[in-house]
């Protein structure tokens, strides 16, 4: 029985791995997040599109739970990761919650755009309309959390941007 048990939580692991994928997939499949995490210039939007953006994860977009590259960071990046797992308490054992998480990192010298809007502005504009109060992520809508800024370094801030997942536990 334990062995069971212990699969069980493994492929369940396995699952959180493959929804992040799958969500950054989806992420470079956005062409105006290509644009504004690979060009660093105010008119980024109107640059060509990015080549090849599964180059983008492991070098912009990054599957974890910190900001990579601080010190060296010039432009921006975007992480990716599953937060705060738990169990349901109002459900029992039959649910569990999670948080999806973004956290946007973006050098204080790139932020403004020649739209006047700003760069992780319009980031957490892209995927709000991708990830707020759709299906696929678990068993219902992602519902959203919070967005809020968040202080790296001197050099970079960002913000934290967080939706609620439910899923069978």
């Known amino acids: 029985m334990v062995k069971l048990i212990k699969l069980v939580i493994l492929l369940r692991l396995k699952e959180i791995s493959q929804k992040r994928l799958d969500i950054m997939k989806k992420i470079i499949m956005n062409k105006k997040i290509c644009k504004l995490l690979v060009y660093d210039t105010p008119n980024c939007l109107n640059k060509d599109d990015v080549k090849n953006p599964s180059s983008l994860i492991l070098d912009k977009i990054f599957p974890l739970p910190f900001v990579n590259k ?64 759709k299906n696929g992520l678990g068993i219902g809508k992602a519902i959203f959390d919070y967005c809020r800024p968040i202080y790296i370094s001197d050099k970079i801030n960002g913000y934290k941007l967080n939706y609620i997942l439910s899923d069978f536990n």
């Open 70 to 133: 601080v010190e060296s960071l010039e432009g921006t990046n975007l992480n990716v990761f599953f937060d705060n797992i738990r169990r349901d308490t109002k459900t029992g054992v039959q649910y569990k919650i999670s948080y999806l998480s973004f956290i946007i990192a973006c050098n204080n010298d790139v932020w403004m755009l020649d739209t006047g809007i700003l760069r992780p502005d319009m980031i957490v504009c892209e995927i709000e309309e991708m990830i707020n109060y």
